[in-house]
C-alpha cells in the first residue's frame, strides 16, 4: 500500500472511531432495568386469541395470577397494601387503579419480581390482556399514555431488541432518535483529544468529568481554541429545557456538524503527534508517510522563506535570471488626501494602532522598507521595489495595491518617522541565506530547471 492509500485509510479508521465513540453512551449496567422492551409484549407470535370468550379469558388470567402472585398479594400476605384474591370486594374506582398499576408493572416486566418464579410468555400475555380488558375510561388512556413517554423506551433488552426475531413487527412506541447528553458526549470528546479541562472552585482548579472547559461571557471567550470547534448537534435550546429524546429528522445541518466533529477529531487523532504518544502500533506502520510529510514542510519552508528564492534563482540561471523575468505592470495607486480635524491635518502618531492591520501585509511593507531605505533614496522608489518584489513572488494583484495603499497612507497620515524606526528593527532584516542538505537542494533544483519556463 502506497502512503496516500494508507492516509486515507488511516483518516476513514479515525472518522469511523470518532464519530463513532463521540455518540454511544457509556456501558453502565446500572442503567439496565433488566426487564422486558416495551415492543416485546405487543409482538409475541403466541399472544392469546383476542375472540376468546371473556370468562374464559378471566379464569386463564385468575389462574395465572394465582400460581404467581397469590404468594405475596393473597390471604396470607399482602406486600404493598395489594391484595388479588379478592378483587370482587375492592371498590370500582379502586379496581381501575389496581388494573391500571398491575397492568403497568406486568407490561414492564417488573412482577413478578426476577428472583421469583416467572410466567412464560403465554401466560404473561394472557394476564395483559385480560387486565387491558379490565382498564377503561380516563384509567385506560392515562395509562396508554404513560407507556408511551420516552423514558419507558428505555426499558428495552438488547439482546431480545437486535436479535432480529422481532425485526418484521411493529414497535410499540412512536419512532424516535435519543439526544445523547451534553455531560457524555463532552467526555467522549475530551477523551478522544486527550483533553483536560478544569474549572477553578473556591480558587482552587479541579478537574470536571464532563464539562468542556469553555468558559462563554459576553466579553471574553477561556478556554482551548481548538476543542472550541468541537460541537454537540444534539444540544437543544434553553428555552426548550433537557430532554433526551426527539421524535423529528436529522437536518443537514446535524449531518454537517457531525461530518465536521469527525473530521477535526481524526485529524488530531491521526497526527504524528497523537500517534507516537497514544497509538505506537499506528504510528510505526506510517512512520515512512511522517517522514515523507517532513520533507515536504522543509521544501515548502525553504522556499517559502523570504528572499530564498530569489538568492536561488539568481545562483542557478546567473545573469540570464533578469531576462527570465516576466514585465512588471505597475498598479495605479494614488496618495490618500490627508486627514484634516478641526482645521488642522491630523497625523496619526499612535503606532498600536498598527496591530488593526493585515500582519502579513504589514510585514511584507516593513520588509521593503527595511531592505530600500537609505540616504537619498525616494520613498516612491522603496514602493516601486516592494511592488515588485510582491510581483515576482506571485502575490495577487488585490494584495499588491492593498499594500502599496498601506506605503501610501503611512507616507501621509502616520508618524512616518516612527513607521521608519519601526520598520528598521531587525526583525524585518533579509534571513542569512541556508540551503537544505545536497540531496534535497539537487531535487528543488531540478524541479525548479523542469518547469521554469525559458
Not at 196 to 216: A, E, L, N
Not at 319 to 338: A, G, K, N
Request: hydrophobic share 35%; aromatic share 10%; glycine share 4%.
Amino acid at each position: 500500500m502506497n502512503w496516500i492509500s494508507s492516509v486515507i485509510v488511516l483518516v476513514a479508521c479515525s472518522v469511523t472511531v470518532a464519530w463513532a465513540v463521540l455518540f454511544s453512551e457509556p456501558t453502565n449496567k446500572s442503567q439496565q432495568t433488566g426487564v422486558k422492551a416495551i415492543v416485546q409484549t405487543q409482538m409475541k407470535n403466541d399472544s392469546p386469541d383476542p375472540d376468546l370468550d371473556p370468562t374464559v379469558l378471566r379464569d386463564k388470567a385468575l389462574q395465572v395470577m394465582e400460581n404467581y402472585c397469590f404468594s405475596c398479594h393473597g390471604p396470607n400476605e399482602q406486600e404493598g397494601e395489594v391484595r388479588f384474591d379478592l378483587l370482587e370486594t375492592i371498590d370500582p374506582v379502586d379496581q381501575q387503579t389496581l388494573f391500571a398499576n398491575a397492568k403497568e408493572v406486568v407490561h414492564l416486566s417488573e412482577m413478578p419480581p426476577a428472583k421469583a418464579k416467572q410466567p412464560n410468555d403465554a401466560e404473561r400475555a394472557v394476564l395483559l390482556q385480560w387486565l387491558e380488558s379490565q382498564v377503561s375510561g380516563d384509567a385506560a388512556k392515562a395509562l396508554a399514555e404513560k407507556l408511551k413517554r420516552f423514558e419507558y423506551g428505555n426499558a428495552v433488552d438488547h439482546q431480545d431488541l437486535f436479535s432480529g426475531k422481532y425485526a418484521d413487527l411493529p414497535a410499540y412506541t412512536p419512532d424516535r432518535r435519543w439526544l445523547i447528553s451534553e455531560f457524555i458526549f463532552n467526555e467522549n470528546v475530551n477523551r478522544l483529544l486527550d483533553y483536560h479541562p478544569t474549572r477553578t472552585i473556591y480558587g482552587k482548579p479541579h478537574q470536571v468529568f464532563g464539562d468542556s472547559g469553555i468558559h462563554w461571557s459576553p466579553k471574553t471567550e477561556h478556554g482551548n481554541k481548538f476543542r472550541r470547534t468541537i460541537t454537540n448537534p444534539f444540544l437543544l435550546p434553553k428555552n426548550v429545557g433537557v430532554r433526551y429524546s426527539g421524535h423529528e429528522a436529522l437536518t443537514a445541518g446535524h449531518l454537517l456538524t457531525m461530518i465536521g466533529n469527525a473530521k477535526r477529531i481524526a485529524g488530531y487523532m491521526s497526527s504524528e503527534a497523537t500517534m507516537k504518544a497514544h497509538y505506537p502500533a499506528m504510528y510505526s506502520l506510517m512512520q515512512t508517510e511522517f517522514e515523507h510529510r517532513q520533507t515536504l514542510r522543509l521544501r515548502e519552508q525553504f522556499l517559502t522563506t523570504y528572499t530564498y528564492m530569489e538568492h536561488l534563482l539568481k545562483e542557478i540561471y546567473d545573469e540570464q535570471h533578469e531576462s527570465l523575468l516576466p514585465d512588471l505592470r505597475r498598479l495605479v495607486v494614488p496618495y490618500p488626501e490627508p486627514v484634516v480635524r478641526n482645521g488642522k491635518v491630523h497625523t496619526e502618531t499612535n503606532l498600536v494602532l498598527l496591530d488593526r492591520q493585515d500582519q502579513t501585509d504589514l510585514t511584507a511593507v516593513f520588509r521593503a522598507i527595511h531592505a530600500y531605505q537609505g540616504p537619498g533614496i525616494e520613498y516612491d522608489r522603496i514602493i516601486e521595489q516592494g511592488e515588485q518584489d510582491w510581483f515576482m513572488e506571485g502575490v495577487v494583484e488585490s494584495r499588491i495595491q492593498n499594500r502599496i495603499s498601506m506605503m501610501k497612507a503611512f507616507h501621509v497620515a502616520w508618524d512616518f518617522a516612527g513607521i521608519i524606526k519601526k520598520a528598521s528593527d531587525k526583525r524585518f532584516a533579509r534571513p542569512q541565506y541556508q540551503p537544505l542538505n545536497e540531496t534535497e537542494m539537487a531535487a528543488v533544483v531540478e524541479a525548479i530547471k523542469q518547469h521554469r519556463k525559458q
